[in-house]
C-alpha cells in the first residue's frame, strides 16, 4: 500500500517536472512537451503498450490510448487480476 501512495504522490511531480527547465540564474519557464506525430504524446504511447501487455486485445488499447494518463496511472494503482485454473 506505501508504493500506491508514494506513486499516488510522485508521479504528478515528475510530470510536472518535465514540463520546467531552467532559464537562466534560478527562473523556470515552461515549454511544450515533445509529441512523436500529429496528436501522439507519450502518455498515448505508454498507455496503448501497458494495455496490450495485460489485456491482449486492440480494442481495449485504442481505448486506453485515448484515455492517455488516466489509464497510466490506473493501472499503476489497479493491480491485474490472474486467471484462477
Excluded at 3 to 19: H, T, Y
Excluded at 57 to 72: F, H, K, P, R, T
Amino acid at each position: 500500500m506505501n508504493r500506491r501512495i508514494l506513486l499516488l504522490f510522485l508521479l504528478p511531480a515528475l510530470l510536472l517536472g518535465s514540463c520546467v527547465a531552467a532559464n537562466g540564474p534560478g527562473t523556470p519557464y515552461y515549454y511544450q512537451p515533445v509529441f512523436y506525430g500529429p496528436g501522439i504524446g507519450l502518455g498515448t504511447i505508454v498507455a496503448v503498450v501497458v494495455s496490450w501487455s495485460r489485456n491482449k486485445s486492440i480494442l481495449l488499447a485504442i481505448l486506453c490510448g485515448i484515455l492517455g494518463w488516466i489509464y497510466v496511472i490506473y493501472a499503476l494503482l489497479v493491480p491485474k487480476k490472474r486467471k484462477i485454473l
